[in-house]
């Protein structure tokens, strides 16, 4: 009997020794819980304002502040270089993208073009040229005089300065076969020729590209100081 009665003290021992230790590992698995949470919530509420862009953007889209809304995240190392924050966001309109963006993804410094910027008092206009009058070397951040002759194929025709100067925002060449201009001279195609001016300029460059014919002087970039001939 006494074998029998120690034997059932111990088992209740060992009972309340599990007993004891589940309570206890349960307690600490809300408290790691509650400890994780708050952890958790505090990382998640260390983020800042970004700019992402608001619907599906194609490049070469010119970015308007339509364009673009704001989100949170949190950006660490090399990620918050590339984002952009919220305050940065006025300066963006007039940029061109130099890729596709889909709705609701950052927008990063990567995906700017490093071209001109087209301002809110600028249009881009396309003007046919002719490529044998543009320098080769033309690209896009130029700095061109658009000059206009008007009767080019008559004697005495009058040239004159349609603009002082304006940026070269694209520049295509036709890469076909050589025709023959209205005066028998051969002509290498046409070159079509993006140039950013003010809205104020457009007209005037309208009708020369339309009624003269148009060439493109290349200028120094600015603050360039000119050289002595030597």
Wanted: charged content about 20%; glycine content about 10%; overall charge negative.
């Amino acid at each position: 009997m006494a074998t029998s009665a120690a034997s059932q003290g111990w088992t209740r021992l060992m009972t309340a020794g599990r007993i004891d230790g589940r309570l206890l590992l349960g307690i600490a698995l809300v408290a790691v819980s509650v400890i994780g949470g708050l952890l958790l919530w505090g990382s998640a509420g260390n983020t800042s304002p970004i700019v992402v862009a608001d619907k599906d953007l194609p490049e070469g889209h010119v970015i308007t502040s339509d364009d673009l809304a704001i989100s949170e995240l949190r950006a660490e190392g090399s990620l918050a270089a590339l984002v952009i924050p919220e305050a940065q966001l006025p300066s963006l309109v007039g940029h061109t993208l130099g890729t596709r963006v889909h709705a609701g993804e950052p927008l990063i410094r990567e995906d700017l073009s490093t071209g001109p910027v087209i301002g809110p008092d600028d249009v881009a206009m396309t003007i046919p040229v002719e490529a044998d009058s543009v320098y080769p070397g033309l690209r896009s951040g130029d700095a061109v005089t658009v000059l206009g002759t008007a009767g080019a194929a008559q004697a005495g025709g009058l040239t004159v300065t349609v603009l002082d100067r304006a940026l070269v925002y694209d520049v295509s060449l036709e890469r076909s076969a050589a025709t023959i201009r209205s005066d028998g001279e051969e002509s290498r195609g046409l070159s079509n020729v993006t140039l950013v001016v003010g809205k104020d300029e457009a007209e005037e460059l309208a009708h020369a590209s339309v009624n003269w014919t148009v060439t493109l002087a290349l200028l120094p970039p600015d603050g360039a100081e000119p050289t002595e001939p030597e």
